[in-house]
């Protein structure tokens, strides 16, 4: 079991708390099946046969919050990827996520450089984080991996900005503004799907030609529809489960998908 | 936010992706901040292949960098210059704009930097 990032400095009145979703991607990212898929895909060194390595991986998360599944990919790059030459960044559209995902990947990071003693840094270059809506400030065609812990919950209406609200880092907040802070890191929607949805229909344009995306949907969300649809871009799209938390039997089932295309001659 | 993160970044309004001008943002009034970090020539050589070398060149000189050479190195010529190396290292990984602007030469939009994060948020008459 690789550690969990600490996000104690975290402040959970305003920054989604980790929880079963957040958990779920982390134990799903370091299952064997998936660091054998990312290791094939992006270590440098798997396919001794290419004569050139392949180019280093840019990894990013939409919607961090507190960033504990950002810094816990950053900082176990190594055992992850096969490699520690990775680069990451994240997207949120709360500043005060985007202040603590910093944090939490930088105390990630030092974690892990302890944890390996002298031995090489097993942990990833982070980049850094940005307020933004979903890739909108991403190069297209840039992103390797993508990852995302969408709004997924069924909700009659999409958050809207209190009047008062300002996004950048205000010194105060006042309870309409953290109650709209959390609110867009749950609420989705129709079918929990409003915001899920527009960036399905973004990921041929975000992902690189050997991207891969992860997306956390629940079972209200129809995930088998979803997996259907993405296969209607094109007879090379993959969108698989890889992940879930079957065995609970809350209303809230939750599954991963991976979606990439699938290129090999 | 590092000054590496600049070659992946474009504006954010839909109607500039397609415009050539749109991309790189361009740092105003920036406040940068030096962290030192191990060097690591291996990775350098390996983000390499990953940059847009001309839109680097116009952010080192748009941050008051050294000129950078016209056409990138070769990762072999790049290991052998223990200079570049280290010059690559400082502006890409160690040097972080903390605070400042980002603007589209396209629609003249200015993301705001604080405390190291841009804000990417576009006013509602933008989306």
Known sequence: MLPTPDTSHVPYERVYEPA??????LDTLSSASETQYLHETFSPDASSSSPSPKAIPFVVELGTGSGVVLAFITAH??????????LTAGVDMNAFACRATIKTVEKAQADSVAEAGGNEKPHGLYLGSVMGDLAAPLRNHSVDVLVFNPPYVPTSEMPSRPETFTEDLPSK????????????????????????????DALPEILSPRGCAYILLCAQNKPEQVKARIQTFGSEWRAVTVGSSGKTAGWEKLQIVRIWRDISP | MKVLSLNFLTCAVKACKSSSDSYPLHPQDAELVQDEIELNPDMLINVLPRLDWTALRTTSSELGFPALPEQAPTAEELQADEKMIRDLHHLLLETQISEGKLVCANCGHQYAVKEGIANFLLPSHLV
């Open chain 1, 20 to 25: 079963e979703d957040s958990f779920l991607l």
């Open chain 1, 173 to 200: 907040t006042s309870f309409d503004d953290d109650s709209y802070l959390l609110s867009l890191s749950y609420a989705g929607g129709r079918d929990g799907m409003e915001t899920t949805d527009r960036l399905i």
């Open chain 1, 77 to 86: 790059a190594k055992t992850l990827f096969g490699t520690n030459q990775i």
